[in-house]
Every structure is written in structure tokens, then in C-alpha cells.
């Protein structure tokens, strides 16, 4: 028997678990979906919902495509979550390629079908290596977007942040201005695009206290199962790739299985970083998969109820 296991024993209690130890329980969770593009994703992707359901996140949220270029697919999937399930859906929606009209008219078809959570973005242009351009009669950025939600309807919204700068951003400072501008607007949250280094997270959070942005910022965790994918994508979203994640994935390029039990393992252990850092929520960019996601809040305490026992 170990001395620390010993040493454990003897206090009464076994030593804290170095994921699980969360004194106030479980963090909250949210998860992120994008909507199918043919049939058979349809049919994954409910699979993936349907697991995901159990685990009683605190809303699920459906993305919008380049140039608003899966629009009706996420309007069918946002409906779909809230007819057929329990839980609670947000719908993506951007200020790229629709007018102001169009635009309000599509969230209030969405309060009329019980939506009340918007995640308003600015949006990518449609087609790659273009730059933005707002619509002439449509919202111009995120902050606009967001003061005109608040005047159709009283809709839960949350924002987009960029611990790492937006790629198009001036400075640091001026993405903060940004940030602050979409919460003075009416956002009740932001989450922030994926990172993996803790650190930048950290000092973002402060910078944005400073600031005074007091809404919640949560930070949005991506398990990275394909390695050179996520290089590629970083690269253009403007998160830094740190070299020890580099080394962890050296080799594994033909073991799925491998890298599916690392990409786990640094989640979660990045999770718990944040947790103890006083982070208490996180977003999941599932990619349409519950493998991963399902493991990964099993290590973090998050688990569906378990049904009560019939009385006897």
C-alpha cells in the first residue's frame, strides 16, 4: 500500500480526486451543435443529441453557416430540439447577408416557437478569403445585432470573445471595446472561442473586469481528435496551437483510438485547471459527436440523474 493512499486512509478519507474534487458540484455545461447537411447526418446528429440529452446541460446551441449558408437546416434543427426534447435550444444567428427585416423577422418566428435564447455573431463572409462587408440595410456588427434582438423580443443572448484577439481585431484593446460594446448592448453571457493553454484565458477574464464586464464568460473547450485539422483551423481563427499539445499527438496519426483517450485527457484536464480558477461553466464544441463529450464530463462529475427508486 502507497504512503499517500495510506496517508489517506488514516484521515478518514481517501485523498481528493484531481478531476472530481469540485466542492460546489458539478459545473454547468452547454453543448454546441452544427445543423446536418444531408439525411444521414440527420440521423447521427439526433443520435448525438439523444445521448447528450441525459447529462441535462444548461441549453444546446445550433450554429449558423458561412454567409448565413445553412440558415433553414438550423431553423429545422432549433425547432426540432425544442419540440422533441428537454432541452433548451439556442439558435445561431449573424448579421451576414439578410436585412435588418429579415433578420427581425426570423428571431420573432423563433420567440413564436418558444426559442428564447439567441447567440448573435457578426458572422463570415460566404465564401473563404473574402473580407466582411455589412449588409447596406442590415445590422452592421454583433452590437447592433444585439440592441436590435432586445427590441423584438426579450431574448437570453449570448456573444462571441476572443481570449487570443480576433484575427480581424486592431489590438487586443480595441476587441475588448468590441466585447464590451455587444454586453452594454443587452448579451447576458460571452463564450469564448476554443483555446488550450489556461493562461491567455486568465488574463483575458481579468482584462475584462477591468473593463467592466461582469457577465459570465465561459470558455469554450474543444477535444481535438484530428490534430492536423484543428492546426489548419487555428491558424486562420486566430488560437494559438501550444507545442507540448503538438507533442502529444506526435505518432498517432493512424490510431483513432489513441487520440480519441488524448484529446479526452487534455479536456478534461484543462477543465479542471479552469476550475479551480474559479470557472464554474463550460461550452463544448461537440462537432456532432457524444463519444468524447460524454467521457469527458463523466471525468468532471457531470452524469445523467439516475431515475429514483420505486417505493416499496
Same mark, same amino acid.
Given at each position: ?82 419540440? &422533441? +426534447?428537454?432541452? %433548451? ?13 429579415? #433578420? /427581425? $423577422?426570423? *428571431? ?55 481570449? &487570443? +484577439?480576433?484575427? %480581424? ?13 455587444? #454586453? /452594454? $448592448?443587452? *448579451? ?78 487534455? *479536456? ?45
Amino acid at each position: 500500500m502507497s504512503g499517500n493512499f495510506a496517508s489517506g486512509l488514516s484521515r478518514g478519507r481517501l485523498a481528493a480526486d484531481p478531476v472530481i474534487d469540485f466542492d460546489a458540484g458539478p459545473p454547468r455545461v452547454s453543448f454546441e451543435f452544427f445543423p446536418p447537411k444531408t439525411a444521414e447526418m440527420e440521423v447521427r446528429l439526433w443520435e448525438v443529441i439523444k445521448r447528450l440529452e441525459p447529462l441535462a446541460p444548461c441549453f444546446v446551441s445550433v450554429t449558423y453557416g458561412a454567409g448565413g449558408s445553412t440558415r433553414e437546416r438550423t431553423h429545422a434543427t432549433v425547432r426540432r430540439i425544442r419540440y &422533441e +426534447t428537454a432541452l %433548451e435550444p439556442a439558435a445561431h444567428l449573424t448579421c451576414v447577408a439578410a436585412t435588418r427585416a429579415e #433578420i /427581425d $423577422a426570423i *428571431a420573432w418566428d423563433y420567440w413564436e416557437a418558444g426559442i428564447r435564447h439567441i447567440v448573435a455573431l457578426r458572422g463570415d463572409p460566404p465564401t473563404g478569403g473574402q473580407t466582411y462587408a455589412p449588409q447596406p440595410e442590415g445590422y452592421r456588427y454583433a452590437a447592433d445585432l444585439v440592441s436590435g434582438l432586445k427590441t423584438v423580443a426579450n431574448f437570453e443572448i449570448s456573444v462571441a470573445a476572443y481570449p &487570443e +484577439t480576433h484575427p %480581424e481585431a486592431e489590438s487586443a484593446e480595441r476587441d475588448l471595446d468590441n466585447l464590451k460594446r455587444k #454586453i /452594454d $448592448a443587452g *448579451a447576458s453571457r460571452a463564450i469564448t472561442q476554443y483555446f488550450f493553454d489556461v493562461d491567455p484565458f486568465l488574463r483575458f477574464r481579468d482584462r475584462a473586469a477591468t473593463a467592466g464586464i461582469a457577465v459570465p464568460i465561459v470558455p469554450g473547450i474543444l477535444p481535438v481528435t484530428n490534430f492536423a485539422q484543428v492546426k489548419k483551423f487555428s491558424a486562420a481563427c486566430g488560437a494559438s496551437i501550444p507545442a507540448w499539445m503538438q507533442r502529444h499527438f506526435d505518432g498517432l496519426d493512424d490510431d483513432p483510438d489513441t487520440r480519441r483517450l488524448v484529446a479526452a485527457s487534455i *479536456a478534461a484536464e484543462q477543465c479542471r485547471r479552469l476550475h479551480a480558477e474559479g470557472v464554474h461553466e463550460f461550452h463544448f464544441y461537440t462537432l456532432n459527436r457524444a463519444d468524447l463529450i460524454v467521457a469527458i464530463c463523466h471525468l468532471l462529475g457531470v452524469r445523467a440523474k439516475k431515475p429514483a427508486a420505486a417505493a416499496v
